[in-house]
C-alpha cells in the first residue's frame, strides 16, 4: 500500500538556520504530495502542496519540490524562526479502492531555539 | 466561516464508561475524516465519509468504536466501554469534495480515560 517516510525528530535549530525535513513515499499512480503543519495545541493546516512531477509548492517561506525520480518531497526552509516550531506532517493522496485516500507520515517536530 | 467545531474540548472518563465525540464540518464540505493521534502511533485515519455515507472504516481499532453521519451538518465517535489505552487527541477533518486537495482540521478532543 501506500506509505511515507520521514525523517525522525526532534529537529532542533537556531533562528536564521536552514532547514530540511526530508520525506520520501511509496505510491502507484501519480499521488498529490502534501506538508501540514501543526502548531501547538492545535490541529493540522495545510502548508504548501504540488500535483504533480517537477511542481513546486511554496508558503511562508517554505518550499518543496515535487520529484518523481526520487520519489521524494523533501521541505525546505531558507532561514526559519522561532514561530516556526511546530510538527510538519508529510503527506500523499491517492487513489485506492475507488477513492482518494490521504496517507500521513509519523510527523516531525520542529524546535527553533533564539 | 467557523472551520471545523468539535466538541468537548477536554473530556475525561473513567474506564468503562461510554464516550462521545461531536464534529461538525465546514458547511458545503462533503468529506469527513476521524483521526486519532497519539505519541507512540502518531496520527492514524479512524473512518472517512463521503456524503454521509461511511466509505473507509478499516482504521476503527475494535467494535467499541462506532462512527455515525446523521446528516451532512454533523457527525459523532463514540467509544463504548472506553479503556485507558484509548486515551489520545481525536480530530475531525472535512474536505470540500471527494477530489479535493485540502482537509481541514477541528482542534481536536483531548480524551483522557482513567
Known amino acids: 500500500g501506500d506509505s511515507v517516510t520521514q525523517m525522525e525528530g526532534p529537529v532542533t535549530l537556531s533562528e536564521e538556520a536552514f532547514l530540511t525535513i526530508n520525506c520520501t513515499y511509496t505510491?502507484?499512480?501519480?499521488?498529490?504530495l502534501f506538508w501540514y503543519v501543526q502548531y501547538p495545541g492545535e490541529g493540522l493546516q495545510l502548508l504548501l502542496k504540488?500535483?504533480?512531477?517537477?511542481d513546486k509548492g511554496s508558503n511562508k517561506g517554505f518550499e518543496a519540490t515535487y520529484r518523481k525520480e526520487t520519489t521524494s518531497f523533501h521541505l525546505e526552509k531558507g532561514s526559519v524562526q522561532v514561530s516556526d516550531s511546530a510538527v510538519y506532517f508529510c503527506?500523499?493522496?491517492?487513489?485506492?479502492?475507488?477513492?482518494?485516500?490521504?496517507?500521513f507520515g509519523t510527523g516531525t517536530k520542529l524546535q527553533v531555539i533564539p | 466561516d467557523a472551520g471545523v467545531i468539535q466538541s468537548p474540548r477536554h473530556e475525561v472518563t473513567e474506564m468503562g464508561q461510554e464516550v462521545t465525540l461531536r464534529c461538525k464540518p465546514i458547511s458545503g464540505h462533503n468529506s469527513l475524516f476521524w483521526y486519532r493521534q497519539t505519541m507512540m502511533r502518531g496520527l492514524e485515519l479512524l473512518i472517512y465519509f463521503n456524503n454521509n455515507v461511511p466509505i473507509d472504516d478499516s482504521g476503527m481499532p475494535e467494535d467499541r468504536f462506532s462512527a455515525k453521519m446523521p446528516n451532512a451538518s454533523f457527525s459523532t465517535l463514540k467509544i463504548q466501554p472506553s479503556e485507558p489505552r484509548d486515551s489520545a487527541v481525536y480530530f475531525c477533518?472535512?474536505?470540500?469534495?471527494?477530489?479535493?486537495?485540502?482537509?481541514?482540521f477541528g482542534p481536536g478532543t483531548r480524551l483522557t480515560v482513567l
Open positions: 504540488a500535483t504533480k512531477a517537477d
Open positions: 505510491a502507484t499512480g501519480y499521488p498529490s
Open positions: 477533518a472535512s474536505r470540500e469534495r471527494e477530489r479535493g486537495d485540502e482537509q481541514f
Open positions: 503527506a500523499l493522496k491517492a487513489n485506492s479502492g475507488g477513492y482518494q485516500k490521504v496517507t
